[in-house]
């Protein structure tokens, strides 16, 4: 069996898996969504067999083995004693110690001394490896050097404080968690946990522990932080999205009379405005209503609203706003366009819009109101060049963020088109994603008491304004490319509207995206097999065969989610609502030509049986009898197995098949 086999399973599991589709009414739930998730997560608790399954499964067995990256923080047992619960209502008000106050003597963990020539012989190799690490910018190498030595007394000793710096900065989570946070974005926990992989949240968790017991262990040998290593510290903590760390790390900085400089505040800002980004319960709950207000303004909340606080108990994100500004003009320091941007979205969390539109008319001289009256000025003022305060993709992306969040959608497209085109700033993918989702989230309708007991409808939009927004962003000037996230809201938007006929051609765009995303991901299966034979011949360093690995498994996921995606896409299709008027030629056309026409298109997205309920009754298909299946799985594996590596006539302790094929490489999986 190939390694694609092992990783996805056997031919009779995976059709095992796939059960058929029904096209079935289902019966209303009047369960309120924190009572059906809490159940959800008890019956997801009560299959510990199944997991136990999954998590044990072998490396020459069938099972998908779940992705263990080298930050986990699920299987760090320390990593427990070292945060507070979510839940907890404390962890907001008492910052938790980034690290503790070690004393100098050996604690019990550490040997007493260094008494044999082994012990001197261990240490030696041990600082070598940290010294050559730094030397080739190795961060995986650097890691695996730390954690060797971590136990050895005097290892830390002889540390300059340059070095400790080169450690921090070498420990980029550009480059060690980011590969992590494009694959897992948008992906819940339990999505994660079928697919077999680790949360995105435990991989970022565990890299943050990771740098604490770094940071821990030079406190224990003497060793303090300096300005340098607090802002790479803060950085990697804002990149994770931890807000509650950047509290604990920010109480040290204090302790040890640290005065904090720009890029300190503005991290540590943003940790605060986005903590919880990352997060499948909290990411999702950024919009300002009356009900989210008062969830968060209350003593207890709940794990949907713990990211951040509004109200009379503790201390608000606006409050913490106010404090930072305030120590910054007290120190003297200058602030920037993205402190202010920052400053606006803390302001923003708490609905204070008005303090928003003040923020731009002093520092970006944007009158909000004017440039929505359509009041023509002559000129404009404009910040000059030279100016921190001069606007970039930075402020595009905060105002979509902003107002989106604030309901206010028509705002967002008028002043980011304003300030695009007074600047001449191009407009990123990553502001069209913002304005977009909310613009998505402002077209779903909400129906009921509650709906208008919370005004959850206050800003919606018709559902067609969604579609007119993506047509702007894929033609002239943008020509910008969709990405499956924003196709995935096409999706349900034109099925929520009946625009039947546009989902098809989504589905086809979506099909052009999963085609590359796999193109991807094989090409990055034969850079990891390239890379661990070069290193096994000595040509390549085990830094190589760490990234490609990384590079190989993100790959995967993606490619692995889009897969699901498909498949979701074309039961939209199959699950077309039952009309409530007399049917038309229309819908004739599209129950007996246009879905069998979709089906067969994307048949290798389906089952070998589907059901779906047309117009005249339910139609049920059978794309693929039991050999085809077998042979189709048995096509896969060679596919997967026909990449030849570099140079595949070269052979140094590993075997090469007559075809010039490596075996597969066991045991990365």
């Given at each position: 069996m190939g390694p694609f086999s092992t990783l996805l399973g056997s031919a009779e599991l995976r059709s095992a898996s796939r059960a058929p589709w029904k096209s079935q009414l289902q019966p209303v739930n009047w369960t309120c969504s924190e009572c059906r998730s809490r159940r959800a997560l008890q019956r997801r608790n009560q299959h510990t067999d199944a997991q136990a399954q999954i998590l044990s499964a072998s490396k020459d067995g069938p099972q998908r083995a779940i992705y263990q990256p080298i930050f986990d923080a699920s299987s760090d047992k320390s990593q427990k004693n070292n945060s507070a619960p979510l839940t907890d209502k404390s962890a907001f008000y008492q910052p938790i110690p980034f690290y503790k106050t070690f004393p100098k003597e050996p604690t019990q963990d550490l040997k007493p001394e260094v008494t044999s020539d082994s012990d001197f012989e261990y240490l030696r190799t041990r600082k070598a490896e940290l010294r050559e690490a730094l030397a080739r910018r190795e961060p995986y190498r650097l890691l695996t050097a730390l954690q060797a030595g971590r136990n050895s007394p005097g290892f830390y000793d002889d540390l300059p404080s340059t070095t400790i710096t080169e450690i921090l900065k070498l420990l980029d989570p550009d480059y060690l968690v980011s590969i992590y946070q494009d694959a897992y974005y948008d992906m819940s926990d339990s999505k994660a946990f079928n697919m077999g992989r680790v949360p995105l949240q435990k991989v970022l968790e565990g890299y943050v522990a990771s740098l604490r017991n770094i940071v821990a262990n030079m406190s224990r040998a003497g060793k303090r932080l300096r300005l340098a290593d607090y802002r790479c510290l803060l950085r990697a903590i804002r990149v994770c999205a931890l807000g509650r760390e950047s509290e604990g790390l920010w109480a040290d900085m204090k302790k040890a009379a640290i005065v904090p400089d720009t890029a300190c505040y503005n991290e540590y800002l943003a940790a605060t405005c986005w903590d919880g980004l990352h997060s499948s319960t909290t990411r999702h709950s950024f919009r300002l209503t009356p009900y989210t207000m008062l969830a968060?303004?209350?003593?207890?909340?709940?794990?949907?609203?713990?990211?951040?606080?509004?109200?009379?108990?503790?201390?608000?994100?606006?409050?913490?706003?106010?404090?930072?500004?305030?120590?910054?003009?007290?120190?003297?320091?200058?602030?920037?366009?993205?402190?202010?941007?920052?400053?606006?979205?803390?302001?923003?969390?708490?609905?204070?819009?008005?303090?928003?539109?003040?923020?731009?008319?002093?520092?970006?001289?944007?009158?909000?109101?004017?440039?929505?009256?359509?009041?023509?000025?002559?000129?404009?003022?404009?910040?000059?060049?030279?100016?921190?305060?001069?606007?970039?993709?930075?402020?595009?992306?905060?105002?979509?963020?902003?107002?989106?969040?604030?309901?206010?959608?028509?705002?967002?497209?008028?002043?980011?088109?304003?300030?695009?085109?007074?600047?001449?700033?191009?407009?990123?993918?990553?502001?069209?994603?913002?304005?977009?989702?909310?613009?998505?989230?402002?077209?779903?309708?909400?129906?009921?008491?509650?709906?208008?007991?919370?005004?959850?409808?206050?800003?919606?939009?018709?559902?067609?304004?969604?579609?007119?927004?993506?047509?702007?962003?894929?033609?002239?000037?943008?020509?910008?490319?969709?990405?499956?996230?924003?196709?995935?809201?096409?999706?349900?938007?034109?099925?929520?509207?009946?625009?039947?006929?546009?989902?098809?051609?989504?589905?086809?765009?979506?099909?052009?995206?999963?085609?590359?995303?796999?193109?991807?991901?094989?090409?990055?299966?034969?850079?990891?097999?390239?890379?661990?034979?070069?290193?096994?011949?000595?040509?390549?360093?085990?830094?190589?065969?760490?990234?490609?690995?990384?590079?190989?498994?993100?790959?995967?996921?993606?490619?692995?989610?889009?897969?699901?995606?498909?498949?979701?896409?074309?039961?939209?299709?199959?699950?077309?609502?039952?009309?409530?008027?007399?049917?038309?030629?229309?819908?004739?056309?599209?129950?007996?030509?246009?879905?069998?026409?979709?089906?067969?298109?994307?048949?290798?997205?389906?089952?070998?049986?589907?059901?779906?309920?047309?117009?005249?009754?339910?139609?049920?298909?059978?794309?693929?009898?039991?050999?085809?299946?077998?042979?189709?799985?048995?096509?896969?594996?060679?596919?997967?197995?026909?990449?030849?590596?570099?140079?595949?006539?070269?052979?140094?302790?590993?075997?090469?098949?007559?075809?010039?094929?490596?075996?597969?490489?066991?045991?990365?999986?």
């Open positions: 968060r303004s209350r003593q207890k909340r709940g794990s949907k609203f713990v990211n951040y606080r509004v109200g009379k108990y503790g201390m608000t994100i606006k409050a913490v706003m106010t404090r930072l500004v305030q120590e910054m003009r007290k120190n003297g320091t200058p602030a920037n366009e993205e402190t202010f941007a920052h400053v606006m979205t803390a302001l923003s969390r708490e609905g204070d819009m008005g303090g928003v539109k003040d923020v731009l008319a002093s520092i970006f001289l944007l009158d909000v109101d004017a440039i929505m009256s359509d009041s023509s000025i002559a000129k404009p003022p404009l910040v000059p060049t030279s100016s921190p305060f001069y606007p970039t993709e930075t402020l595009l992306f905060t105002i979509a963020h902003i107002f989106g969040s604030n309901n206010d959608i028509p705002a967002a497209l008028r002043l980011v088109d304003h300030i695009s085109q007074l600047y001449s700033l191009p407009v990123p993918l990553a502001t069209w994603r913002e304005l977009l989702y909310w613009t998505f989230v402002l077209t779903v309708p909400h129906y009921g008491r509650l709906a208008a007991e919370w005004f959850e409808n206050i800003g919606s939009l018709p559902g067609t304004s969604f579609n007119q927004l993506f047509k702007t962003m894929i033609n002239s000037p943008y020509d910008l490319t969709p990405t499956m996230e924003i196709i995935k809201w096409l999706m349900s938007n034109s099925r929520r509207i009946g625009e039947w006929d546009l989902m098809r051609v989504y589905i086809g765009r979506a099909k052009k995206i999963y085609s590359a995303s796999r193109d991807e991901h094989l090409a990055a299966y034969k850079d990891y097999l390239n890379a661990e034979r070069h290193h096994m011949l000595g040509r390549a360093s085990r830094e190589r065969v760490h990234h490609a690995r990384a590079v190989f498994e993100s790959k995967d996921v993606i490619r692995a989610r889009n897969l699901r995606t498909m498949r979701g896409f074309v039961h939209m299709i199959l699950g077309k609502p039952t009309l409530a008027h007399i049917p038309t030629d229309n819908d004739l056309q599209w129950d007996r030509r246009d879905v069998p026409d979709i089906v067969w298109e994307n048949r290798k997205f389906v089952p070998h049986l589907i059901r779906y309920r047309t117009i005249g009754g339910v139609v049920e298909l059978e794309l693929r009898n039991p050999e085809e299946i077998e042979e189709s799985a048995r096509t896969a594996d060679l596919t997967a197995m026909s990449y030849v590596v570099d140079n595949p006539t070269t052979t140094t302790g590993q075997l090469v098949d007559t075809h010039g094929v490596e075996p597969p490489i066991r045991g990365f999986l």
